[in-house]
């Protein structure tokens, strides 16, 4: 009697598809993750079930005897992190490496050094948008121990490989985009956030503005902004475009702030794009929500994951990978916000 091909291993993407969740979210279940909401915990189980033979079984790690790789993450798993956490998620476990995943702002007052150590079983470690507590756990991790870093908010310590979104390149991108429509008087919504990110996203910016000869909005210190939220970027649009010579381009360096800035337009009886061009950073979801859509920079976040997991294996691997920072490349989507004759900027349809 023959006994047939051996079923193939059920992925995280498979039961996550079938419990309608996304990957990270399985992976926390099966490692009892705390902050779990008990109902999407037993969707996950009941979907494991379901699939039956071949699906992963949950298990808590700190009882794993077979090597793992951290995959640590301290914030929120929102539309920006949730696609980077999944995305590496997916290539180590489709790698055969084990994953430890842990999520959330609760990791910071969660483990400390020891963490790191090998006797506990972790071969390596993967870092996304790590915190200070993150980056001293890299600078004290011990030594040969593999790690990658992705989507850094600051430098990482030196001779760690990071991979992050070319963000200088982005705001040239956007730049241009707009000084190719004819705008000279331009605001920037969200230059004083915090970040490397945004730091980088200036730089490109203003690298083609200043040469441009444009008038950028200077924001007053109370007004300037710390976080990238709808409200502030309606509260500080509607202080810009009520002075005696408003702008005739928002630029925003998050589309959450230009979707409030959008509001604010609406609020003021200005037209977008006809009296008022706005920008944004992200391509997140809301921005194709907005009325019209939102013209912004697409991040690639299923890529950063997928290329830091795939460096962190090479370096599992003993193979050699690139020290310092890798650069992906992002692309410019021109939607209705910025809609009018472009005269020079290279624009990737939406």
């Not at 790789?69 to 992190?81: A, G, I, K, Y």
């Not at 200088?168 to 429509?181: D, K, P």
């Not at 509607?238 to 998050?254: F, G, K």
């Not at 890529?303 to 692309?331: F, M």
């Amino acid at each position: 009697m023959s006994l047939g091909t051996p079923r193939r291993p059920v992925t995280l993407a498979q039961v996550a598809a079938e419990a309608g969740v996304s990957s990270a979210t399985v992976h926390r279940v099966l490692n009892s993750a705390p902050h779990v909401p008990p109902r999407t915990a037993d969707q996950v189980n009941r979907a494991i079930a379901r699939l039956g033979r071949g699906a992963p079984i949950p298990r808590r790690m700190h009882d794993q005897t077979t090597a793992t790789v951290l995959l640590r993450c301290p914030q929120p798993m929102d539309e920006h992190v949730g696609p980077l956490v999944s995305a590496a998620a997916d290539v180590l476990e489709r790698s055969g490496w084990p994953v430890w995943l842990s999520v959330g702002e609760h990791v910071d007052v969660a483990g400390g050094p020891g963490i790191l150590d090998p006797r506990r079983g972790v071969a390596g470690a993967l870092f996304v948008q790590p915190s200070q507590t993150c980056h001293s756990l890299l600078a004290t991790r011990p030594s040969g121990l593999p790690a990658v870093v992705v989507d850094p908010r600051r430098a990482p310590p030196a001779g760690v490989t990071s991979v992050v979104a070319d963000h200088r390149e982005a705001g040239r991108l956007v730049a241009r985009h707009v000084l190719g429509r004819g705008h000279r008087r331009v605001a920037l919504l969200g230059g004083t956030c915090e970040g490397l990110m945004y730091a980088r996203r200036m730089d490109g910016l203003m690298s083609e503005l200043n040469p441009a000869g444009a008038t950028v909005s200077v924001v007053p210190a109370h007004l300037q902004l710390l976080t990238s939220t709808l409200d502030h970027g309606r509260e500080v649009a509607r202080w810009v475009l009520e002075q005696r010579t408003p702008p005739t381009a928002l630029i925003c360096l998050d589309d959450r702030l230009a979707a409030g800035a959008m509001q604010a337009a609406a609020e003021l009886d200005l037209s977008v794009p006809d009296d008022l061009v706005v920008t944004g950073f992200g391509d997140y979801e809301l921005s194709r929500a907005t009325v019209p859509r939102l013209t912004t920079v697409q991040q690639p976040l299923e890529a950063l994951g997928r290329l830091g997991a795939t460096l962190l294996i090479d370096q599992l691997a003993r193979r050699r990978v690139p020290l310092g920072e890798t650069q992906v490349p992002v692309e410019l989507v021109a939607r209705g916000s910025s809609a009018g004759p472009d005269r020079g900027a290279a624009v990737v349809p939406a």
